[in-house]
């Protein structure tokens, strides 16, 4: 079984609508939960993380940690053709850990 | 954010050939680099950490004899293929690390193919 699930995708999705990405993971001992955007032809850059289970919102953004059920999400609110990338789900240990454990990415498309 | 860039971009180089990617950090000082490889469809994978002016602790599975790492200053550390063959035609991302910063900040990464 693979450390961390998340489907690649693509998501195509009209503008202004509300984007759900999700990711699991087997390691229990995961506690610190990323998402990072990544554009074409760039590096990855953080966009939200979460500690153990729990909601964080962030703009139009939130992120959901279900550690019972090894499940973290992510969603978009008023997507906009700007968050057209691909999101990475990451976890580690700790925040800071050095190993991180990536998703394969989904690349999503907000179609204006 | 904190900038991170990776050169070159794109390489194309012949089997049997080494080729070296520096990774540097154009804001802050980096006392800790990633290196990471991402195949196609797949997961970003760690390959090595490296702490400026020690030796790099690599992942298991990956050859350090293959991926040499040099991390001599705070702002650059280089990734050599050496002897690359097609199988390590892949997308290398580095990251860097501040001291007492717990984020990473990605490069660009380099396309590596092997033919």
């Known amino acids: 079984q693979k450390e961390v699930e998340q489907d690649p995708g693509p998501l195509s999705v009209p503008e202004g609508a509300i984007v759900s990405l999700n990711c699991t993971y087997s390691?229990?001992?995961?506690?610190?939960f990323m998402w990072y955007r990544q554009y074409s032809r760039k590096g990855p850059e953080l966009l939200m993380y979460?500690?153990?289970?729990g909601n964080k919102e962030d703009g139009r953004f939130t992120a959901q940690v279900d550690k019972s059920s090894k499940y973290i999400s992510l969603f978009i609110r008023d997507s906009q053709p700007s968050d057209s990338a691909t999101y990475l789900c990451?976890?580690?240990?700790?925040?800071?850990?050095?190993?991180?454990?990536f998703g394969k990415g989904n690349q999503v498309v907000v179609i204006p | 954010g904190a900038v991170v860039s990776q050169h070159p971009s794109r390489v194309i180089c012949k089997s049997g050939t080494s080729v070296k990617i520096e990774c540097r950090s154009l804001?802050?000082?980096?006392?800790?680099m990633f290196w990471y490889r991402q195949f196609p469809k797949k997961s970003l994978m760690l390959m090595a950490t490296?702490?400026?002016?020690?030796?790099?602790?690599?992942e298991q599975g990956v050859e350090k004899d293959k991926f040499l790492i040099n991390h001599a200053s705070l702002t650059l550390s280089t990734l050599t293929v050496t002897s690359a063959h097609p199988e390590d035609s892949s997308f290398y991302i580095c990251?860097?690390?501040?001291?007492?910063?717990?984020?990473?900040?990605f490069g660009p990464g380099t396309r590596l193919t092997v033919t």
């Open positions: 490296s702490n400026e002016g020690s030796k790099a602790t690599y």
């Open positions: 390691n229990s001992a995961f506690q610190y």
């Open positions: 979460t500690y153990s289970s």
């Open positions: 990251s860097g690390r501040a001291i007492n910063s717990y984020e990473q900040y």
């Open positions: 990451a976890m580690s240990l700790t925040y800071g850990n050095n190993r991180l454990a």
């Open positions: 804001d802050f000082q980096a006392t800790t």
